[in-house]
């Protein structure tokens, strides 16, 4: 089994609404990663757990927090999101959570904030 | 974090080889070379990885020179299908498990 499996697929939520992403692999990797994508730009990191311990936080807003509950879940909890939030959210994971090994991506959760 | 240069778009032909080059000028000893390629709203796929001269699978071949400060990574024949942006990623040799990716090439594949 080689997937990154993300729910939901697609989400609309409104900027006083609380959601989680959620995020699952079963590969035994340790590292795992949250992106964000904006249409025509390039996935930007926003967090990196190593095992199960946030590792990198790139200076995201305290509105996103991740949480790690064991080695093979990820979530992205959601709470007062404004519009420029909408985009497209990526889970990835890797073996050795080092940017040499290779990282399989989820399909990612197209979130939209109204 | 090495930064990486690629150009922003390419054109091609079904049928033909596609090379796309990217600059790595700052790349560090440790670090290794991986290209990903990413269709539309969905998540970036592993494609090759590379250290040094010559690295090819099923679906490319990555070509790097001497001085490892540019790579070539090379599509034979491509199809529609094939039609993505491909991001050129060079590694972090601090470890410190950040996976950065640059503008990225975004191919066009025409019939």
């Known amino acids: 089994d080689t997937e990154v499996t993300q729910t939901p697929k697609h989400l609309v939520m409104g900027m006083t609404n609380k959601k989680s992403l959620k995020c699952e692999q079963h590969m035994g990797h340790r590292a795992m990663y949250w992106y964000k994508q904006k249409a025509k730009k390039p996935p930007e990191l926003m967090f990196v757990?190593?095992?199960?311990?946030?590792?990198i936080n790139e200076s995201v807003p305290s509105r996103f927090s991740p949480e790690c509950p064991n080695s093979s879940l990820l979530n992205l909890h959601l709470h007062a999101l404004q519009p420029e939030d909408s985009a497209l959210y990526l889970c990835?994971?890797?073996?050795?959570?080092?940017?040499?090994?290779?990282?399989?991506f989820g399909q990612g959760t197209r979130l939209t904030v109204v | 974090l090495a930064k990486t240069t690629q150009p922003i778009s390419m054109d091609s032909y079904e049928g033909q080889e596609v090379n796309i080059t990217c600059s790595h000028n700052n790349i560090a000893t440790n670090d290794y070379i991986t290209w990903y390629q990413q269709f539309p709203s969905q998540g970036p796929r592993f494609i090759i990885q590379?250290?040094?001269t010559k690295v090819t699978n099923e679906v490319a071949s990555l070509f790097i020179p001497a001085d490892r400060k540019s790579s070539t990574l090379s599509l034979p024949r491509v199809s529609l299908s094939d039609t993505a942006v491909y991001y050129c990623l060079v590694g972090d040799s601090g470890n410190t498990g950040k996976l950065i990716f640059g503008q990225g090439t975004t191919l066009q594949v025409k019939p």
């Open positions: 757990y190593s095992y199960e311990k946030l590792s």
């Open positions: 990835a994971s890797s073996q050795f959570g080092t940017a040499n090994t290779e990282a399989f």
């Open positions: 590379g250290y040094k």
